[in-house]
């Protein structure tokens, strides 16, 4: 790890170097972008820039490496028809062969201005991308991701270079950012100067369906939700969902006791045809989720977490944020050794605040807990990955396929961190008899005193000094070895530190259904090991469980259980129907046009965790996710 900060650093000196030799003749570049989304429908958006130059060879950066996506993810590959002009002349450009996020721009002599013309043809599958190369429009919403349609000049760092943005929208369409707005004319918005990290940093949600639920009325800093949607009737949720997020509010900032924004939004686009994720912003967060996200009982449970993890990053990732990610722009790699701190704490305070905030009840929250344990428990590739080298592979991970995922590892440090920094929550409040918590460390590693937005950078050992000032304890053993161990098993010291321990039964939990349903799987993990999409697909087979040791593997197709044409409920019936016979599970599979029958020797019925209190044990879990 010291390794990787070293090259950070290294890095964000040379910038700066580039930066000092450039200020003794030039002053920081101010630039324009008039962006026309009124085109929204269409999926495609188009700018024009205006950017300062002199003779010779201009070199311009399309931003590579999006702070939060923690890969070199910038969707250069849809940016069309680009074209670059001086003094009304077509200026020639070609790509750096070595990067193909750098234009080089031949710029005669006599002119002061190149204008940059280009499109951003957004994807039309919401299943392809993530973040922001993921769709991001429909016929009634967009959310615009500035980073889509910008270039900035070679030399500067973000903080440095000004843009001054105005955005036409379709007609009659509302929107909502934390950009400060100049003026509004119809639909042509003109926001004030910002910098270039600022504009990055701030999208845009514009809907003809729109809604704006005001959080925390009265106080300062303001915030509100800004939703956008398909349809008027998936913005009418109950009164209940807006006290929830009200609570979210008041919990986050008793939690750190300090806010970092001046003033926030919740940028919440409900739609099926754009991408499902969360990106965080110091002062806004760009969430999409299904158009019945809001008033569905089942999506609303399985996206209640959504916002308030995007809404921790404004204290943990873009307040506080690993060295390594505290680049000076957006062409340096980043490096994404401390995303166990990054994403998983935020994960963890995420779920806690979820649960204090109303969104789930204390069993909710524990079944959730129950779920994320089993899946750890039942994901081999723990064996040859550590913890530590899912963040460290995670430019990669973000974009790996779903299939063996149990074997390869994903970005695994959301929820194996979020048992770890359960486990580092029991053990402070153990070592100081109940006196302290991890919300005490939030207070003073994130919290007083308020500012505007600002990065405030850490390594490692200011993580574990700051847990020492709340706790003396041997936190360098202990993240060691949860980073670098193999198992076996989940860590579970956190849940059983916390006076509960898992345990499977055949009953689906609520959590459960609601996963089961919104990802249209069959989950069988935890009995014959494999997850099944509707069509019988097998998404999974896990290494050294019975399905993956008879020989089924992912990419297969289970046609038939027993006979019996496949479907959810026959495959259950049937591992019902095993308990009480000594007959084997019969799979009939297809793999490639060819069918083949496996013969499974499973009895074990149905298997589902649950959360079950450990009497020996003080029951430090409900008092952690009680509202404070």
């Not at 077509?90 to 031949?106: G, I, M, P, S």
């Not at 739609?271 to 809001?294: I, M, P, Q, T, Y």
């Not at 592979?393 to 390869?408: E, G, I, M, T, V």
């Not at 580092?424 to 308020?450: N, V």
Request: charged share 20%; proline share 6%.
């Amino acid at each position: 790890m010291k390794i990787f900060r070293r090259i950070a650093v290294a890095a964000f000196i040379t910038s700066l170097a580039a930066v000092t030799s450039l200020g003794a003749t030039a002053a920081p570049p101010r630039i324009t972008v008039a962006l026309d989304a009124s085109d929204a429908p269409r999926k495609i958006l188009h700018a024009q820039l205006t950017i300062p130059a002199s003779a010779g060879t201009l070199t311009l950066y399309y931003p590579k490496w999006i702070p939060g996506e923690h890969a070199p993810s910038g969707p250069v590959i849809d940016l069309t028809g680009v074209k670059f002009t001086g003094n009304g002349q077509f200026l020639k450009w070609r790509h750096a062969l070595d990067d193909n996020w750098t234009y080089n721009v031949e710029v005669p002599s006599g002119v002061q201005e190149v204008h940059a013309a280009l499109d951003f043809v957004a994807p039309v599958n919401s299943d392809n991308a993530l973040f922001s190369s993921g769709a991001s429009q429909s016929e009634k919403l967009q959310v615009i991701s500035w980073n889509q349609v910008v270039l900035y000049p070679k030399g500067w760092p973000s903080d440095q270079i000004s843009y001054t943005a105005s955005v036409r929208f379709p007609t009659g369409w509302k929107f909502g950012t934390a950009l400060p707005v100049a003026s509004q004319s119809g639909d042509e918005v003109h926001f004030s100067p910002v910098s270039l990290t600022t504009l990055v940093d701030s999208p845009i949600i514009s809907g003809e369906y729109f809604k704006v639920v005001p959080l925390n009325q009265g106080q300062t800093p303001a915030v509100e939700m800004d939703i956008a949607a398909d349809s008027p009737i998936a913005l009418d949720a109950p009164p209940e969902v807006w006290d929830h997020y009200s609570n979210l509010v008041k919990q986050a900032v008793t939690l750190f006791g300090a806010t970092h924004y001046r003033d926030y939004h919740f940028l919440f686009s409900l739609s099926d045809h754009v991408a499902h994720f969360g990106l965080e912003h110091h002062e806004s967060n760009d969430s999409r989720a299904n158009e019945r996200a809001l008033i569905d009982p089942q999506l609303r449970l399985e996206y209640s977490e959504l916002l308030p993890h995007e809404y921790v990053h404004s204290w943990n990732a873009k307040y506080r944020r690993p060295a390594g990610l505290a680049t000076p722009d957006y062409q340096v790699p980043m490096q994404d050794d401390l995303l166990w701190v990054y994403e998983g704490l935020t994960q963890y305070l995420g779920e806690i605040l979820t649960a204090r905030s109303g969104f789930w009840t204390p069993e909710q929250f524990r079944e959730e807990l129950a779920r994320i344990a089993a899946d750890l428990d039942h994901t081999p590739g723990r064996s040859w990955r550590n913890l530590q080298d899912t963040a460290d592979a995670a430019a990669q991970l973000y974009f790996s396929p779903r299939d063996w995922a149990s074997w390869r590892r994903g970005t695994d440090f959301y929820d194996e961190d979020e048992l770890t920094w359960l486990w580092a929550d029991s053990i402070i409040r153990q070592q100081t008899g109940g006196k302290k918590s991890l919300d005490d460390f939030c207070k003073l590693f994130h919290g007083a005193p308020s500012t505007p937005p600002m990065v405030k950078p850490y390594q490692f050992d200011d993580v574990m000094n700051a847990l020492n000032q709340i706790a003396p304890y041997d936190w360098r053993g202990f993240w060691t070895a949860r980073l670098t161990s193999h198992g076996p098993g989940a860590p579970l010291g956190g849940i059983e530190g916390s006076g509960w321990k898992v345990a499977y039964d055949e009953t689906r939990s609520e959590m459960m259904r609601a996963w089961e349903d919104h990802h249209t799987e069959l989950n069988a993990a935890y009995s014959v090991g494999m997850l099944l999409k509707e069509d019988g697909t097998v998404e999974d087979a896990i290494e050294g469980m019975d399905a993956a040791r008879a020989g089924i593997g992912p990419g297969m197709k289970v046609v038939a259980v027993n006979g019996r044409r496949f479907n959810f409920q026959v495959f259950r019936d049937a591992l019902l129907a095993g308990k009480n016979s000594s007959q084997p599970l019969q799979l009939l599979v297809e793999n490639t046009d060819y069918f083949r029958t496996f013969s499974l020797n499973y009895h074990g019925g149905e298997k589902y965790p649950h959360l079950v209190r450990d009497e020996s044990k003080p029951d430090l879990l409900t008092d952690i996710i009680r509202a404070h």
